[in-house]
């Protein structure tokens, strides 16, 4: 299983490219994998993969500007969420994750559960 972070709303098909809703793979068994026969692939970053500069000074401003941040299935201890999050200053923090994390603290809402069953929960 990755460990993921950001967005997690898209994901996408590696062979024919076509998207797809969280539900494409948070309720599948394994591997998911798209009609064509494609692996659908998360199009956030994942922990192996290298971050693309551009992208990092995008999330960056973004936080900087940001009332309100949602965090995901994540503890923030790891490198790259850990540095993100010190660029947020808005009011309202939002933790999701099954354990506790060291910004519990500051934020405005913890919720201990996966972030899977949390998606499950909302209405697509
Ligand atoms: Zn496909």
Redesign the pocket.
């Known amino acids: 299983m990755y460990e993921l972070h950001g967005s997690v709303l898209r994901n996408y098909?590696m062979?024919?490219k076509?998207f797809y809703g969280p539900e494409a793979v948070f309720n599948v068994e394994g591997v998911p994998t798209?009609?064509?026969g494609?692996i659908i692939k998360p199009d956030v970053v994942l922990y192996e993969e290298g971050l693309n500069q551009e992208i990092c000074s995008q999330s960056i401003e973004a936080l900087l500007d940001a009332d309100m941040l949602i965090v995901g299935g994540t503890s923030l201890t790891v490198y790259p969420a850990s540095g993100f999050i010190r660029y947020f200053h808005g009011k309202n923090l939002v933790i999701i994750n099954r354990s506790t994390t060291p910004y519990d603290q500051m934020a405005s809402l913890v919720m201990n559960q996966s972030l899977g069953s949390i998606f499950q929960e909302i209405e697509v």
């Open positions: 098909c062979q024919c076509k798209c009609e064509c494609g």
